[in-house]
């Protein structure tokens, strides 16, 4: 949290975890439990067992109850879940201890290592499983060729391989350890693996040639059995497991849940993995078979009271399989070789014979030393080829052991088993206080030591050297009755006062074990007879040969070490390695004995609980305070607390975290005794106080949870109606690009020819087309009048625009009219209030190159038409669409055109910078202004397409609708006949018009209701309202507000005027005396000619149309008449 000295802020608050994590039950760190006893400890378990949470926490050690089932939690995503995420971050996990002892070495650079204990069946192998597994998926990959994805390979290959010739079904556990394992994973300063040691302690060779009913010997006699290749089936002579006696004695030859033949391939895949050779790989096949083969060698007396070899086929198989001689092997099973010693030398040599129980424990001697040195062996091999690549700065260890072992008959093998785990629970003991104790050092917190059991005086009563310890005294038994075993037993017994055949247990941590001393000193002493070791060295085979690389005459004055003080030597370097690291703790349970995924049996996991001083873990950690955490953390736990140390986007905090801590713990009113400040790390007392603060940090989130409900609602409101309006503005625009592009097509084709308007040229007004809205569907529209009074029919309209139009008239020179001009896919309209002139068919346009309107359309057979039309290019853009670039423009300066009487008649265009709007002077000649005319470059909107400002419920402002689509030729259909027109498709035209998009018939737009009367104080001032009235205009007064200001209609279009400014004109007369229209030419386009309806529609269009014209308007009866003081001359009816 400190900001000054560049000390790293800790991470943003993150709101997603809540989300995501599955409710736990009980407490995930039993530190935080507030009785300390058994029984919470084992309840605790229980729920969380039966809620399939089978990991705790005390403190950082890992409490692990096997589940007996797959939960499911062990995906990739669940392993990617734990990466660089502190331990508090997820819920209690194996990942996690993998990822606190990764990432400790990686920042601290320390070795570490993982402790798994358990008894027997409690999950110790799976958990050092799942390690390796986490530790080779989040440890780095190194570059190509760099062998560090082929060490992950070999380490993880050895579990497979170890665990079928190390592993084996007991009546504890399907898969249980018959020998200890430390593997040590080597990695480099980069964290990057490089090699890897396994040390491996005891194997139980006694399996080799005996079990208790239903357990089996070690899975890979079964694999080999079940699996093997046809090839060595014929080289080996191997049949199935039933067919030999130390695989079938015991009356066991399948496991629920175990596939001897898939665990065969995958233990020749682990061969093959580690690098083991096909001939290596043969040579141990060959091994595994004489083995089997031994066990079916048996024994008769013979007449001498020592044995014979019941079936010597058997030995001889034995001897093709060791490539020795068969009398050697018949000898080394039946008899044994005797050397007498005097005064340290050498004396006669004897052959004792055997009798039958004694040989038989010579062949099991023979098969146990061969099993015992092939299993050495391969973990010699494998070490060979996980040696480390490159030079190693650290190592993480894995220790998974057998677990502490009580059987009705406990023998030497239960007592090394349960000294090694005696020894662990010193470490863990001696390790975890000593932390505890160095970390209130370093914090310089006071605390008071709390009192464990130590089991020192355990161990020490084992291996303890003086006063002698069970194993030297079983050293000293065998050396001073060294030839007899039973002498040797009875001498132990003696010195060992304690233990007896009978009574007298052995108080181990996790129980009391009565041990047998039968037996004991032979096993301990475990010497390789001379005469095994002359019959192995004799072998052809050289596997067999490396599996014993001693020489024959070894100094006989020097004792070989015994079994005890190999276990003792690797126990106590296991120590020191141990102590070399920093340690992490999984400490395994099994709830029932029956394998069952559903039963916890609670006297059962008491006893755990128990032993493995849980009780004792618990206390030790809270000695002095029950949490502890780092400032950081505590501050990024509990910033919410204090309103000092809040957040606002950012923590507001500017101190640093330890003053940060020192707040929080203020203003929660957190009592003074119940927290301490340490120098990196906040202590607190009393889990119940950690519980008061994490509640108020709930009810904060609680809190805060409803805000942000309630502000995510309304931003959910917000941006519905945003998105809304971006949609409506996007449809427009999409439509709108595409009429751009129209228009850009527009000055293509006037091809730099022509003045343009430098508003035109910078403006963004697209082409739209219907301007009058001709198109529209409305019925009863300015649009369908047109459309029923032209007789355009259904013909959809290209353009339509209000034009001034050339008119002549009898003796006098044409003057420019008001006419509307409609072109529709085929003709030209030119309509005034009466349709005089109509299906035009032209050829061609021509426009001066200079800035005015006037343009030429040269007609077929009738006089041409001279329009002003401001939307020339469109116009223009239209024409040449639609006759599929047929229409050409002509751009000069001098224009000819056909005059009514169809002689051609030439206009000149002049440019005259003294005018300032364009005219249509009398003659042919024609002043063109030069600065632009129209100064509204806005997007001209077709007349009809008027909607209101509508209020969405978001308070987002609706913009004007653009055209309606459906009310004009989509400017795609447009561009398509552009295109046909380059491509010359002849039947491009039929092609150009796709089917028009269906869309519903939009609703007209509510009438805007009308403005109320501007203020009286301001008359002159036209509101944004009224109208930007013109000269010699004429309105239809609708409404006179004693104000002064008028409503008044003009082309459809209402608005206020100053009444000062109007005049009335004179009443029509009556209709009677109006001339009636001439009857429209027949429709060419659609047949339609006239008729009482033809004529229906040609008053009334005249009507609508005199209504938007600007100086023609038909009387209406009772119609008001207004019209601006005019100074022009008035217009004429001018067409003839
Ligand atoms: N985390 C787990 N999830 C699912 N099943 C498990 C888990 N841990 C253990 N088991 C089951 O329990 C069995 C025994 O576990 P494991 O072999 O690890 O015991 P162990 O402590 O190594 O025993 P031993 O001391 O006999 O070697 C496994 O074969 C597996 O079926
Ligand atoms: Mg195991």
Same mark, same amino acid.
């Given at each position: 949290?400190?900001?000054?000295?560049?000390?790293?802020?800790?991470?943003?608050?993150?709101?997603?975890?809540?989300?995501?994590?599955?409710?736990?039950?009980?407490?995930?760190?039993?530190?935080?439990?507030?009785?300390?006893?058994?029984?919470?400890?084992?309840?605790?378990?229980?729920?969380?067992?039966?809620?399939?949470?089978?990991?705790?926490?005390?403190?950082?050690?890992?409490?692990?109850?096997?589940?007996?089932?797959?939960?499911?939690?062990?995906?990739?995503?669940?392993?990617?879940?734990?990466?660089?995420?502190?331990?508090?971050?997820?819920?209690?996990?194996?990942?996690?201890?993998?990822?606190?002892?990764?990432?400790?070495?990686?920042?601290?650079?320390?070795?570490?290592?993982?402790?798994?204990?358990?008894?027997?069946?409690?999950?110790?192998? /799976?958990?050092?499983?799942?390690?390796?597994?986490?530790?080779?998926?989040?440890?780095?990959?190194?570059?190509?060729?760099?062998?560090?994805?082929?060490?992950?390979?070999?380490?993880?290959?050895?579990?497979?391989?170890?665990?079928?010739?190390?592993?084996?079904?007991?009546?504890?556990?399907?898969?249980?350890?018959?020998?200890?394992?430390?593997?040590?994973?080597?990695?480099?300063?980069?964290?990057?693996?490089?090699?890897?040691?396994? $040390?491996?302690?005891?194997?139980?060779?006694?399996?080799?040639?005996?079990?208790?009913?239903?357990?089996?010997?070690?899975?890979?006699?079964?694999?080999?059995?079940?699996?093997?290749?046809?090839?060595?089936?014929?080289?080996?002579?191997?049949?199935?497991?039933?067919?030999?006696?130390?695989?079938?004695?015991?009356?066991?030859?399948? !496991?629920?849940?175990?596939?001897?033949?898939?665990?065969?391939?995958?233990?020749?895949?682990?061969?093959?993995?580690?690098?083991? $050779?096909?001939?290596?790989?043969?040579?141990?096949?060959?091994?595994?078979?004489?083995?089997?083969?031994?066990?079916?060698?048996?024994?008769?007396?013979?007449?001498?009271?020592?044995?014979?070899?019941?079936?010597?086929?058997?030995?001889?198989?034995?001897?093709?399989?060791?490539?020795?001689?068969?009398?050697?092997?018949?000898?080394?099973?039946?008899?044994?070789?005797?050397?007498?010693?005097?005064?340290?030398?050498?004396?006669?040599?004897?052959?004792?014979?055997?009798?039958?129980?004694?040989?038989?424990?010579?062949?099991?001697?023979?098969?146990?030393?061969?099993?015992?040195?092939?299993?050495?062996?391969?973990?010699?091999?494998?070490?060979?080829?996980?040696?480390?690549?490159?030079?190693?700065?650290?190592?993480?260890?894995?220790?998974?052991?057998?677990?502490?072992?009580?059987?009705?008959?406990?023998?030497?093998?239960?007592?090394?088993?349960?000294?090694?785990?005696?020894?662990?629970?010193?470490?863990?003991?001696?390790?975890?206080?000593?932390?505890?104790?160095? /970390?209130?050092?370093?914090?310089?917190?006071?605390?008071?030591?709390?009192?464990?059991?130590?089991?020192?005086?355990?161990?020490?009563?084992?291996?303890?050297?003086?006063?002698?310890?069970?194993?030297?005294?079983?050293?000293?038994?065998?050396?001073?009755?060294?030839?007899?075993?039973?002498?040797?037993?009875?001498?132990?017994?003696?010195?060992?006062?304690?233990?007896?055949?009978?009574?007298?247990? !052995?108080?181990?941590?996790?129980?009391?074990?009565?041990?047998?001393?039968?037996?004991?000193?032979?096993?301990?002493?475990?010497?390789?007879?001379?005469?095994?070791?002359?019959?192995?060295?004799?072998?052809?085979?050289?596997?067999?040969?490396?599996?014993?690389?001693?020489?024959?005459?070894?100094?006989?004055?020097?004792?070989?070490?015994?079994?005890?003080?190999?276990?003792?030597?690797?126990?106590?370097?296991?120590?020191?390695?141990?102590?070399?690291?920093?340690?992490?703790?999984?400490?395994?349970?099994?709830?029932?004995?029956?394998?069952?995924?559903?039963?916890?049996?609670?006297?059962?996991?008491?006893?755990?609980?128990?032993?493995?001083? @849980?009780?004792?873990?618990?206390?030790?950690?809270?000695?002095?305070?029950?949490?502890?955490?780092?400032?950081?953390?505590?501050?990024?736990?509990?910033?919410?607390?204090?309103?000092?140390?809040?957040?606002?986007?950012?923590?507001?905090?500017?101190?640093?975290?330890?003053?940060?801590?020192?707040?929080?713990?203020?203003?929660?009113?957190?009592?003074? =005794?119940?927290?301490?400040?340490?120098?990196?790390?906040?202590?607190?007392?009393?889990?119940? $106080?950690?519980?008061?603060?994490?509640?108020?940090?709930?009810?904060?989130?609680?809190?805060?949870?409803? *805000?942000?409900?309630?502000?995510?609602?309304?931003?959910?409101?917000?941006?519905?109606?945003?998105?809304?309006?971006?949609?409506?503005?996007?449809?427009?625009?999409?439509?709108?690009?595409?009429?751009?592009?129209?228009?850009?097509?527009?000055?293509?084709?006037?091809?730099?020819?022509?003045?343009?308007? *430098?508003?035109?040229?910078?403006?963004?007004?697209?082409?739209?087309?219907?301007?009058?809205?001709?198109?529209?569907?409305?019925?009863?529209?300015?649009?369908?009048?047109?459309?029923?009074?032209?007789?355009?029919?259904?013909?959809?309209?290209?353009?339509?625009?209000?034009?001034?139009?050339?008119?002549?008239?009898?003796?006098?020179?044409?003057?420019?009219?008001?006419?509307?001009? !409609?072109?529709?896919?085929?003709?030209?309209?030119?309509?005034?209030?009466?349709?005089?002139?109509?299906?035009?068919?032209?050829?061609?346009?021509?426009?001066?190159?200079?800035?005015?309107?006037?343009?030429?359309?040269?007609? /077929?057979?009738?006089?041409?038409?001279?329009? =002003?039309?401001?939307?020339?290019?469109?116009?223009?853009?239209?024409?040449?669409?639609?006759?599929?670039?047929?229409?050409? @423009?002509?751009?000069?300066?001098?224009?000819?055109?056909?005059?009514?009487?169809?002689?051609?008649?030439?206009?000149?265009?002049?440019?005259?910078?003294?005018?300032?709007?364009?005219?249509?002077?009398?003659?042919?000649?024609?002043?063109?202004?030069?600065?632009?005319?129209?100064?509204?470059?806005?997007?001209?909107?077709?007349?009809?397409?008027?909607?209101?400002?509508?209020?969405?419920?978001?308070?987002?402002?609706?913009?004007?609708?653009?055209?309606?689509?459906?009310?004009?030729?989509?400017?795609?259909?447009?561009?398509?006949?552009?295109?046909?027109?380059?491509?010359?498709?002849?039947?491009?035209?039929?092609?150009?018009?796709?089917?028009?998009?269906?869309?519903?018939?939009?609703?007209?737009?509510?009438?805007?209701?009308?403005?109320?009367?501007?203020?009286?104080?301001?008359?002159?001032?036209?509101?944004?309202?009224?109208?930007?009235?013109?000269?010699?205009? !004429?309105?239809?007064?609708?409404?006179?507000?004693?104000?002064?200001?008028?409503?008044?209609?003009?082309?459809?279009?209402?608005?206020?005027?100053?009444?000062?400014?109007?005049?009335?004109?004179?009443?029509?007369?009556?209709?009677?005396?109006?001339?009636?229209?001439?009857?429209?030419?027949?429709?060419?386009?659609?047949?339609?000619?006239?008729?009482?309806?033809?004529?229906?529609?040609?008053?009334?269009?005249?009507?609508?149309?005199?209504?938007?014209?600007?100086?023609?308007?038909?009387?209406?009866?009772?119609?008001?008449?207004?019209?601006?003081?005019?100074?022009?001359?008035?217009?004429?009816?001018?067409?003839?």
């Amino acid at each position: 949290m400190a900001r000054g000295g560049g000390s790293k802020r800790p991470a943003k608050a993150d709101w997603s975890e809540s989300a995501t994590k599955k409710k736990q039950a009980g407490v995930s760190d039993m530190t935080l439990l507030s009785k300390i006893t058994n029984d919470a400890i084992n309840d605790n378990l229980k729920k969380r067992f039966h809620n399939a949470d089978i990991y705790t926490y005390i403190g950082n050690v890992l409490i692990s109850v096997n589940p007996f089932r797959d939960l499911g939690i062990y995906t990739p995503q669940v392993l990617k879940s734990y990466e660089n995420k502190n331990r508090m971050e997820q819920p209690p996990h194996v990942y996690a201890i993998a990822e606190g002892a990764f990432r400790n070495m990686v920042s601290y650079r320390e070795s570490q290592c993982v402790i798994i204990s358990g008894e027997s069946g409690a999950g110790k192998t /799976e958990a050092a499983k799942k390690i390796m597994e986490y530790i080779a998926a989040v440890s780095g990959s190194g570059g190509a060729g760099s062998g560090i994805s082929g060490i992950k390979d070999m380490v993880l290959a050895t579990n497979p391989l170890l665990e079928s010739f190390g592993c084996a079904k007991t009546l504890r556990n399907n898969n249980s350890s018959r020998h200890g394992k430390y593997l040590e994973i080597q990695f480099n300063a980069g964290g990057e693996p490089v090699g890897a040691i396994i $040390t491996n302690y005891l194997l139980e060779k006694n399996r080799v040639v005996g079990q208790i009913k239903n357990e089996r010997n070690f899975h890979i006699f079964y694999q080999f059995a079940k699996a093997a290749s046809q090839e060595y089936r014929d080289m080996f002579g191997v049949s199935g497991p039933e067919s030999y006696l130390y695989t079938s004695a015991a009356g066991c030859l399948d !496991v629920p849940n175990i596939d001897d033949a898939k665990d065969y391939a995958d233990t020749i895949k682990a061969m093959n993995t580690i690098g083991i $050779t096909k001939d290596e790989q043969a040579g141990i096949h060959r091994m595994l078979a004489t083995i089997l083969w031994l066990g079916n060698v048996q024994f008769t007396e013979d007449d001498d009271g020592g044995s014979a070899i019941t079936d010597p086929n058997i030995t001889q198989f034995v001897a093709y399989l060791l490539e020795a001689n068969q009398d050697m092997v018949s000898k080394a099973l039946t008899k044994r070789t005797i050397e007498t010693s005097r005064g340290g030398r050498r004396g006669s040599v004897y052959d004792v014979p055997l009798n039958t129980s004694q040989a038989r424990a010579a062949r099991d001697g023979l098969s146990k030393a061969i099993y015992g040195r092939l299993f050495d062996w391969i973990v010699a091999r494998v070490n060979t080829a996980m040696q480390a690549r490159e030079a190693a700065s650290y190592i993480i260890g894995v220790l998974d052991i057998y677990g502490f072992e009580i059987f009705q008959s406990n023998s030497f093998e239960q007592l090394c088993i349960n000294y090694v785990n005696e020894k662990l629970q010193q470490i863990f003991i001696e390790l975890t206080l000593k932390a505890e104790q160095e /970390e209130y050092v370093r914090e310089q917190i006071r605390w008071t030591p709390i009192d464990y059991f130590n089991n020192k005086i355990v161990c020490d009563l084992i291996e303890a050297k003086r006063p002698p310890g069970v194993f030297a005294a079983m050293n000293d038994a065998c050396a001073t009755a060294h030839a007899d075993p039973k002498a040797a037993d009875n001498s132990l017994s003696q010195r060992l006062t304690i233990c007896s055949t009978a009574a007298s247990p !052995v108080k181990h941590y996790a129980g009391d074990v009565t041990y047998t001393i039968s037996g004991m000193t032979d096993k301990n002493k475990d010497q390789l007879l001379r005469d095994h070791l002359e019959l192995c060295k004799s072998s052809g085979n050289q596997f067999l040969r490396t599996l014993f690389p001693e020489p024959l005459d070894q100094d006989s004055k020097k004792r070989p070490p015994t079994a005890s003080d190999l276990i003792k030597g690797s126990a106590n370097e296991l120590v020191t390695k141990l102590m070399q690291s920093q340690p992490s703790y999984i400490r395994t349970i099994k709830p029932n004995e029956n394998k069952s995924p559903s039963e916890f049996d609670d006297k059962r996991v008491l006893h755990q609980v128990k032993y493995l001083g @849980l009780c004792e873990n618990i206390r030790i950690r809270r000695a002095g305070f029950a949490y502890r955490q780092t400032f950081e953390k505590f501050v990024e736990r509990f910033y919410l607390l204090s309103s000092a140390t809040s957040y606002a986007g950012d923590y507001i905090w500017t101190g640093d975290a330890k003053s940060a801590c020192v707040q929080i713990f203020k203003d929660t009113n957190i009592a003074a =005794e119940e927290w301490q400040i340490g120098t990196t790390k906040a202590f607190i007392r009393h889990p119940e $106080t950690l519980w008061a603060l994490e509640n108020l940090r709930e009810r904060y989130w609680h809190n805060m949870a409803s *805000r942000i409900q309630r502000a995510w609602r309304a931003h959910m409101a917000f941006k519905h109606t945003a998105a809304r309006k971006i949609q409506r503005f996007w449809l427009g625009k999409k439509e709108a690009l595409e009429l751009l592009k129209v228009r850009e097509k527009g000055h293509d084709l006037l091809g730099g020819r022509k003045e343009r308007r *430098r508003l035109s040229l910078i403006s963004v007004r697209v082409f739209a087309g219907d301007y009058l809205g001709v198109n529209s569907s409305s019925a009863g529209g300015i649009g369908q009048l047109i459309r029923d009074a032209a007789g355009i029919g259904k013909e959809k309209v290209k353009f339509s625009s209000d034009i001034q139009c050339l008119v002549p008239r009898s003796m006098r020179s044409a003057i420019p009219m008001p006419r509307s001009l !409609v072109v529709s896919g085929q003709y030209l309209y030119v309509l005034s209030a009466i349709v005089s002139q109509g299906l035009l068919q032209y050829s061609d346009l021509a426009m001066s190159p200079y800035q005015d309107g006037w343009t030429v359309i040269h007609l /077929e057979s009738q006089p041409d038409l001279v329009i =002003e039309c401001e939307l020339k290019t469109e116009l223009l853009t239209v024409l040449n669409a639609i006759s599929n670039g047929r229409i050409k @423009l002509q751009v000069n300066s001098t224009i000819e055109y056909k005059n009514k009487k169809l002689k051609p008649t030439q206009i000149k265009f002049v440019k005259n910078e003294q005018i300032k709007r364009p005219q249509f002077l009398k003659k042919t000649v024609q002043p063109t202004a030069i600065s632009a005319a129209r100064t509204n470059v806005q997007r001209t909107k077709p007349k009809p397409a008027v909607s209101v400002p509508a209020r969405t419920n978001g308070n987002v402002q609706r913009q004007t609708s653009p055209p309606r689509q459906s009310q004009r030729d989509s400017p795609q259909q447009i561009m398509q006949q552009w295109n046909n027109q380059a491509a010359g498709s002849s039947n491009a035209r039929a092609s150009a018009s796709p089917a028009p998009r269906q869309q519903a018939p939009r609703q007209q737009a509510p009438r805007r209701p009308r403005p109320p009367p501007p203020p009286p104080a301001a008359p002159g001032v036209p509101t944004p309202a009224s109208w930007a009235w013109r000269r010699t205009v !004429v309105y239809e007064i609708l409404d006179k507000n004693p104000n002064g200001w008028w409503l008044g209609l003009r082309g459809g279009l209402e608005g206020w005027i100053p009444s000062n400014y109007l005049n009335p004109t004179p009443e029509p007369e009556a209709p009677a005396h109006q001339a009636a229209p001439p009857p429209p030419r027949p429709n060419m386009a659609n047949g339609n000619s006239g008729g009482a309806h033809q004529g229906d529609n040609m008053a009334r269009l005249a009507a609508a149309l005199a209504s938007r014209s600007a100086s023609n308007i038909p009387a209406r009866p009772g119609m008001n008449r207004f019209q601006q003081q005019q100074d022009d001359e008035s217009d004429e009816e001018a067409w003839d």
